[in-house]
């Protein structure tokens, strides 16, 4: 079993910044990509930033220059910092993980969600 915990959301004005955490714990052997995903109601979960091994990044067009990915693989964590937030940003925003297990290969998991509310 594999648990992703994210903590750091929170209510913020519209300019200021965020920094999101989700940390990976249980049964893993490979952590293959971590990423970040949103999801307002009445909307579809979309895809904010991912970080795969190796180093390489993805983003969605509408947070490129404002948000930055990035993994501490030791600790087996991905962060998001979010600047110049806007109204829009505002979302459940979910970790997500690709992790490889000692015999098998690469499952998907969730965690439960951080609130983020960006005040105008």
């Known amino acids: 079993q594999v648990q992703l915990v994210e903590s750091g959301g929170g209510l913020v004005q519209a300019g200021g910044s965020l920094r999101l955490s989700c940390v990976a714990s249980?049964?893993?052997?490979?952590?293959?990509?971590m990423g970040w995903f949103r999801q307002v109601p009445g909307k579809q979960r979309e895809l904010v930033a991912t970080?795969?091994?190796?180093?390489?990044?993805n983003y969605a067009d509408s947070v490129k220059g404002r948000f930055t990915i990035s993994r501490d693989n030791a600790k087996n964590t991905v962060y998001l910092q979010m600047n110049s937030l806007k109204p829009e940003d505002t979302a459940v925003y979910y970790c997500?993980?690709?992790?490889?297990?000692?015999?098998?290969?690469?499952?998907?998991?969730w965690g439960k969600g951080t609130l983020v509310t960006v005040s105008s």
């Open positions: 249980g049964s893993i052997f490979r952590i293959n990509a």
């Open positions: 997500n993980a690709d992790i490889s297990h000692l015999l098998s290969a690469g499952k998907n998991y």
């Open positions: 970080a795969i091994s190796g180093g390489r990044t």
